[in-house]
């Protein structure tokens, strides 16, 4: 398995190809919306480039879950996710702590979430 480091520079690389943005930008608290400027099209093309790097399968809405933050989603109210939603993300999203969004569930500002770091260790969860 590779070091967690090892896993991080595949991570960067991938990001930096797929994002365009500089390596030193590609930090561990890093969000990839909010300061790589990800949008929706270059989840698809990120999560190809980690299948790729590290040889895994990553099923679709598994690293991004889109289905629960869809505008018809049952764990939408308001625009906000709800209990049953925050609870359904923790299940899928071990590896992202929701405390501060569970806070205020605001769901235009779960794109601002994940970070370099959270796909990391994501990766070492796919491997180990």
Do not use: C, H, W
Not at 28 to 49: K, N, Q, W, Y
Not at 62 to 91: C, H, M, Q, W
Request: proline letters at 7%; hydrophobic letters at 40%.
């Amino acid at each position: 398995m590779p070091t967690t480091e090892e896993v991080f520079d595949k991570i960067q690389t991938a990001l930096v190809d797929a994002l365009g943005v500089e390596p030193d930008e590609v930090t561990p608290e890093a969000t990839l919306v909010g300061d790589l400027g990800a949008e929706s099209i270059d989840f698809l093309d990120i999560v190809f480039r980690l299948e790729k790097a590290f040889n895994i399968k990553i099923p679709r809405g598994e690293l991004f879950p889109e289905d629960i933050l869809s505008a018809n989603s049952p764990y939408l109210k308001d625009g906000k996710v709800t209990p049953e939603g925050i609870e359904e993300l923790r299940k899928r999203m071990p590896f992202i702590n929701l405390d501060d969004f569970a806070q205020n569930p605001n769901v235009k500002d779960f794109g601002g979430l994940l970070t370099v770091q959270d796909m990391v260790r994501f990766v070492e969860g796919k491997l180990g």
